[in-house]
């Protein structure tokens, strides 16, 4: 059966430059430098957060390519799987924040 | 697209040998491990071993060309070639810098054949002044068990206690250990410095360990390696990996220029990796240890092969690491 996702289409990100191959250059130059250089943050720790990230708007492009850059920079299961924790925490912690809201607004309408 | 001398054309790339500045010499298949990765496939069950004959042919030529500064001894684990001490005494006393590529594990486990101790191997490396250069492919005992064998991390970890007991890989003493990275998997490695950096920190923390340097070294897709990519169906994304990461600055520091495999029965080739492809030396050259010429030797062609991308990845591999300086 298709699925929408097929990993070997990863391969064809360059692709989308193929239109406005200017805006295209743009991103891609910002992007390699944001994410692939050693900075005041590590190439592994970006790698780190970029699988954080990834997990967090559950691309499958970029768990793909993140896992493999952490991988590719010396990081073991046991960041990574840290790192998803992380993002896990932070989602629902995210969500249980907005618990605030729900307790201001009865705290207003109750007597 | 696999083809390694049409990159080399495409990128104006000539790659003759420029010296013959290393010996390399495997003297045996013969391995008390059976790494995953090992594109040797050396293990206990293995008998090729080198005689004295090709020993000591081998010192005839290291004593007839000053030229060639460094004898690389290599394996399955070379300490089990019952000449191994003899040629690396021998060596010594030409002034040559021996280096052994040495597994760790060999000095605590029996000899696979003889059943003899070989506890007595850290002495014998300080009294000889040998470069150690040891697998360690991560300072953790998941991913260093999972290449190497099972209980292979603890022996390393020993192991490398009993080295820098008698000096190696402390400052001032000039015993050279050196560590190899190999990826547990089919990825590239990362970049030498940073995961130095890492080993370093990491190793000295849980295990007051220390060591000189780390080398990292491309998976090549050669026997067991090639057998696990090709069993997870990831032979030909490997290669392109391999491919995609082609840098012509890493082609131009391969180590077959300066560099010269030796088998255990004699037969020359440009590399260890082109040794157990059977790919000997181009045609017309002495190919054997006993119509060794040096002159021909050293300005030779190279017999290149798809695999050679492997050693041309990135910020290249050798068998000392990255060859982008």
């Known amino acids: ?111 | 697209m696999m083809d390694f001398e049409k990159t080399l054309a495409r990128h104006q790339l000539d790659l003759k040998a420029t010296a013959v500045e290393t010996l390399q010499v495997n003297v045996g298949k013969l391995c008390n491990q059976a790494c995953k990765h090992c594109h040797v496939d050396a293990g206990p069950k293995r008998t090729e071993m080198m005689t004295r004959d090709g020993i000591e042919r081998c010192l005839e030529i290291l004593r007839a060309y000053p030229a060639i500064r460094n004898l690389d001894i290599t394996g399955g684990a070379p300490e089990l070639n019952e000449q191994f001490e003899y040629f690396v005494e021998q060596a010594s006393l030409l002034d040559k810098h021996v280096i052994v590529r040495h597994n760790f594990t060999v000095t605590l486990d029996p000899h696979p054949l003889t059943g003899r101790s070989m506890e007595s191997l850290p002495l014998f490396f300080r009294d000889h002044a040998v470069e150690l250069i040891s697998s360690l492919p991560y300072f953790q005992e998941r991913e260093t068990d999972a290449q190497r064998g099972q209980g292979v991390f603890e022996k390393s970890i020993e192991s490398m206690r009993r080295l820098n007991e008698v000096g190696y890989g402390r400052n001032g003493t000039g015993l050279l250990l050196n560590l190899v990275y190999n990826p547990v998997g089919a990825f590239l490695p990362p970049e030498q410095s940073a995961i130095e950096l890492q080993f370093k920190d990491e190793l000295r923390k849980r295990y007051n360990l220390v060591f000189d340097s780390l080398f990292v070294i491309t998976n090549m897709p050669i026997n067991r390696f090639r057998h696990f990519l090709e069993r997870a169906d990831l032979y030909e994304t490997y290669m392109q990996k391999l491919i995609n990461a082609f840098n012509p600055t890493a082609a131009e520091g391969v180590m077959c220029r300066t560099l010269i495999s030796v088998g255990y029965d004699g037969i020359l080739y440009d590399c260890d990796f082109n040794q157990m492809l059977e790919m000997g030396v181009s045609d017309g050259l002495p190919s054997t240890i006993w119509d060794f010429d040096f002159k021909q030797l050293a300005t030779r062609d190279i017999v290149f092969g798809s695999h050679c991308f492997g050693c041309t990845a990135g910020a290249g591999s050798s068998c000392g690491g990255t060859t982008v300086k």
């Open chain 1, 1 to 111: 059966m298709a699925s929408y996702y097929e990993s070997k289409d990863l391969a064809k990100f360059a692709e989308i430059g193929k239109n406005r191959p200017e805006l295209w250059d743009k991103f891609i130059a910002w992007y390699s430098e944001a994410t692939a250089t050693e900075g005041a943050l590590t190439k592994r720790e970006k790698s780190l957060i970029g699988l954080a990230v990834a997990h967090t708007v559950q691309c499958p492009y970029c768990i793909d390519a993140y896992t493999n850059q952490c991988l590719e920079t010396g990081a073991n299961l046991d960041q990574m799987t840290e790192a998803l924790h992380v993002t896990a925490a932070v989602r629902g912690g995210a969500s249980l924040a907005h618990g605030v809201q729900c307790r201001n607004i009865v705290e207003k309408l109750s007597m």
